[in-house]
């Protein structure tokens, strides 16, 4: 169990400082420690429904107090695993159930921070949600240049594996884009969280928090486009190396195909084929053979069949 109280800053408890009466509790729990401690509280029931069925960020307002869970993609590999944790939030309190010891690592890091304004659980969740999200900006950077690095090896002819980076990277992009339209959603509902006398400074404050997930949501649908472009670029490259083998492959065949007609028409040794009889008859026809190879390539080079 680690607990908090909300002072100028974050402070953590020791077991030589307990909480007093009107201190702002922050806490982490296990599933385990929070099955134990509040099993017997009425909103029990649905925080175990969500502990159990963790598929997305969302946020439920229920009387006075607010129900959530969060599922964020990892960094390191957005299509590959979450990280899954609760919420339950009341005007004095804001417990966590975390067993991955993802939001303990936050909060220590919230220490350092000081949190001016900083006076309700719900001005606190807001920091936090405020943090995960604090340098997605420069994140989302690294798809953009991913993006051009393979744009650049199109442009220089080398697609080698083109199809599987650019399949993986728009799965990325499909996980963190469900993932900031969710948290544009859960800071919709969180203006409307009852908040006590901090309503009027939070609902502001989340207004903000949506904007800014919405902005991070249309970067990534624009990063989408851009790899799109890239797919219908790769695409039509392939359709013209296509069309170039097409082309040789009908030039080749357009220039054998007189010959073939001559090779047919004197294959079929007929007595009175006077050409048998000479002994001539061999060089004329690759001499006639070679003169219509070469009047051929000078129709196709006039109407410029080899550019």
């Not at 990277?169 to 009852?194: C, H």
Request: some cysteine; aromatic content about 12%.
């Amino acid at each position: 169990m680690i607990d908090y109280i909300l002072t100028p800053k974050l402070t953590r408890l020791t077991g030589d400082t307990p909480p007093q009466g009107q201190d702002i509790c922050i806490k982490v729990r296990t599933s385990e420690e929070y099955i134990q401690q509040f099993q017997d509280s009425p909103q029990f029931p649905i925080m175990q429904r969500n502990l159990t069925n963790i598929h997305h960020c969302k946020a439920d307002i229920l009387g006075d107090c607010v129900m959530g869970t969060f599922a964020i993609p990892r960094k390191e590999a957005p299509n590959i695993g979450r990280i899954c944790f609760c919420f339950y939030l009341t005007d004095s309190s804001l417990v966590f159930i975390d067993n991955q010891d993802f939001v303990s690592n936050i909060l220590s890091q919230l220490e350092e921070i000081p949190l001016q304004g900083t006076s309700s659980p719900l001005h606190f969740l807001f920091d936090f949600m405020e943090y995960l999200i604090k340098d997605d900006v420069f994140f989302l950077q690294h798809f953009e240049e991913n993006l051009t690095k393979l744009e650049e090896q199109l442009l220089d002819n080398q697609d080698e594996g083109f199809d599987r980076a650019i399949l993986h990277i728009r799965k990325e992009l499909a996980v963190l884009g469900a993932y900031y339209e969710q948290l544009t959603d859960m800071g919709e509902s969180l203006q409307e969280a009852p908040a006590g006398k901090a309503k009027h400074k939070t609902a502001p404050l989340f207004g903000l928090y949506t904007d800014r997930a919405d902005r991070l949501y249309s970067d990534i649908q624009m990063l989408k486009e851009y790899s799109m472009q890239l797919r219908e670029m790769h695409q039509s490259q392939v359709d013209v190396r296509q069309n170039q083998i097409m082309k040789v492959l009908t030039i080749v065949t357009t220039l054998f195909m007189p010959l073939s007609l001559i090779a047919g028409w004197y294959g079929m040794n007929f007595i009175n084929m006077p050409e048998l009889s000479s002994p001539y008859g061999y060089a004329v026809v690759i001499l006639v053979s070679l003169l219509i190879i070469a009047l051929e390539l000078w129709i196709f080079h006039i109407k410029k069949w080899f550019d």
